[in-house]
């Protein structure tokens, strides 16, 4: 069996050709059209018209998706997305059975299915990336919700005052772009020009001024991990995005989230927080899952 699988990003647009058993056959990417939604759909079809037996096609892509109906509600950064059937328009020229998910719910799936979540009935993924992305499963299922947001943590606010300022909210607060801009700030640079990596290598070589940055940013985190916890008490976090293959990061972000626990006047159960298995690849082989979840019994 033979399922197209499509990684729909700002930038890029990942696919591969993948079995039931989550191996991949091939992989390539192409640019994500910018334009228009008949674009992204005559660059998924020309994709398509490469391969001659696809079963189905599972997408991955960014806001909020009615994965039952094929309708993307909220394109997220391709805002022509928005209000558009996207499945129907698709089936057209790809008829296979086709299923689409949010891409965080998607990097969910993964772990649940073959990753860090696989050996937990309940556990929450944390994507770090331009916002946060977040997928909760619960009794080993993905959990959507009444308006398919469930487990969307970037809208996440404290403020006491009402709706905050946009930068306010946990997924600007706490995007990598805020990291960037932080250490930015305090060396006097260009945000624009600063990388992830030039942050890390400055941590890494025990820049003071970054070590205080990273544990600033580690112990807001670290605050909403906790409060998380509390609310859906998930067996175990796994945490996903570039940033989270830099150890120093991990390391900081439990160090945080134990002081928080220490200093907690009450017994409560304790999160327990990992690395995702996957990274490139788990939106990938997460929109795999969620295609086998709907079709498997007509095609296995």
């Not at 949010?102 to 309940?122: P, R």
């Not at 830099?246 to 945080?256: A, D, G, I, W, Y």
Request: overall charge negative; aromatic content about 10%; charged content about 25%.
């Amino acid at each position: 069996m033979n399922i197209l699988t499509f990684d729909i990003g700002g930038t890029y647009i990942k696919y591969a050709l993948m079995n039931e058993k989550s191996e991949f056959l091939f992989k390539d990417r192409v640019e994500t059209p910018q334009s228009s939604r008949a674009e992204l759909i005559d660059t998924l079809v020309d994709v398509y018209g490469k391969y001659d037996e696809i079963n189905g096609i599972a997408i991955s892509m960014p806001g909020i998706i009615d994965r039952k109906n094929g309708y993307c509600r909220i394109g997220g950064a391709l805002t022509y997305n928005n209000d558009f059937f996207l499945r129907d328009a698709l089936h057209e020229k790809c008829p296979v059975p086709t299923v689409m998910e949010n891409d965080a719910k998607c990097a969910a799936m993964a772990e649940a299915s073959f990753g860090a979540l696989k050996d937990v009935n309940d556990g929450f993924v944390l994507i770090f990336g331009t916002m946060i992305g977040g997928g909760y499963i619960c009794n080993r299922r993905l959990v959507r919700g009444k308006h398919f947001s469930a487990g969307e943590v970037s809208y996440i606010t404290s403020s006491r005052d009402g709706w905050p300022y946009r930068e306010e909210v946990f997924g600007i607060r706490c995007g990598m772009p805020m990291l960037r801009r932080m250490y930015a700030e305090e060396k006097h640079l260009d945000p624009d020009k600063v990388h992830g990596r030039t942050v890390f290598s400055a941590i890494n070589a025990g820049d003071p001024q970054a070590v205080e940055i990273l544990n600033r940013y580690c112990h807001e985190i670290a605050l909403h991990i906790f409060n998380i916890q509390t609310i859906l008490d998930p067996e175990r976090f796994a945490i996903g995005g570039g940033i989270s293959e830099e150890p120093v990061f991990m390391e900081t972000l439990r160090k945080h989230l134990n002081e928080i626990y220490e200093k907690c006047p009450y017994s409560i159960p304790h999160a327990e927080v990992v690395t995702c298995a996957f990274n490139n690849d788990a939106n990938l082989i997460g929109a795999l899952s969620c295609w086998l979840e709907d079709n498997c019994k007509s095609f296995c």
